[in-house]
């Protein structure tokens, strides 16, 4: 699968619609398992060598950039390259500047896994529940397990809110059990958060913990007994990256029943 983003002359931010279209783009092939992505980047026939591979440099890596920010493994990335100028005559067409403005460019590859590895079959009842419905005590963390969000966004898949209605039935039932709901995510460089593509704002593992914690308020889980909290990139599992897009439940304080 093959895609093209376009920039203005001497310049590697990337324009607004094409930045809309590289979402497009990554939408697409969220689902797909994916062997491995390439990134090249070009310049025109205008500016000096140096400058040229520069300049191709700093738009491969833009484009890298929004992967990143967007969930997508950044391993999977094998290469990430400034090519400098394509000749100009490589391209079929006698104008000039139509010439230079398709020279300036990324071009994105994207493999698929082939062939495809066959899906496996996650089971819907996890030990999450019973950990919840077992003993607790403060300092524990639970990992809602089957939370599955969609990339780049706030929200669960629709199997997953069958999921997170059951664990609201236990914890509407534990009164006493007073925790923090935890958001992280995946593939982002260093500790930064990834940005949610619905808000446009570097905040999707707080936006996926309000999410739930607005979920379980909606389904009678007292809104005092909780709080929400984006951890951003800080504490990754060390396995598999998309792993890390995760809601965690922190337990802070079990009151004794009386």
């Given amino acids: 699968m093959k895609h093209e983003v376009y920039f203005e002359t001497d310049q590697h ?17 969220e689902d797909i398992d994916i062997e491995k992505v390439t990134i090249y980047g070009f310049t025109d026939d ?41 000749l100009v005559n490589i391209i079929k067409e006698n104008d000039l500047n ?27 009842v996890d030990k ?12 524990d963390k639970i990992l809602l397990d089957n939370l599955l969000f969609r990339t780049g966004y706030s929200y669960l898949t629709k199997e997953s809110k069958v999921v997170l209605d059951r664990i609201a039935e ?23 958060d990834a940005i949610d593509r619905k808000t446009k704002k570097r905040n999707l593992s707080v936006a996926r913990a ?7 308020v909606d389904k009678g889980v007292k809104h005092y007994r ?23 439940i922190l337990v802070t304080r079990i009151y004794e029943k009386k």
């Fill in 170 to 192: 236990i914890l509407v039932e534990r009164t006493n059990v007073y925790f923090t709901i935890e958001g992280h995510v995946c593939c982002t460089q260093g500790e930064r």
């Fill in 210 to 216: 309000k999410y739930i914690y607005d979920y379980l």
């Fill in 13 to 29: 931010d990337i324009p607004e619609t094409e930045h809309s279209r590289l979402l497009l783009f990554l939408s697409k092939i």
């Fill in 98 to 124: 139509k010439i230079r403005g398709l020279n300036r460019k990324v071009e994105i590859v994207v493999t698929p896994v082939f062939p495809p590895k066959p899906k496996e079959e996650k089971p819907i």
């Fill in 226 to 248: 909780m709080k929400f909290a984006g951890m951003r990139r800080k504490q990754p599992l060390g396995g598999e990256p998309q792993l890390d897009r995760r809601v965690e």
């Fill in 128 to 139: 999450t529940e019973d950990l919840l419905k077992g003993d607790l005590k403060e300092g």
């Fill in 46 to 86: 205008r500016g000096s060598d140096n400058y040229n591979l520069v300049l191709s440099q700093n738009r491969a890596d833009a484009i890298k950039e929004v992967f990143s920010n967007n969930e997508f493994d950044e391993s999977k990335m094998t290469n990430v390259d400034g090519k400098g100028k394509i």
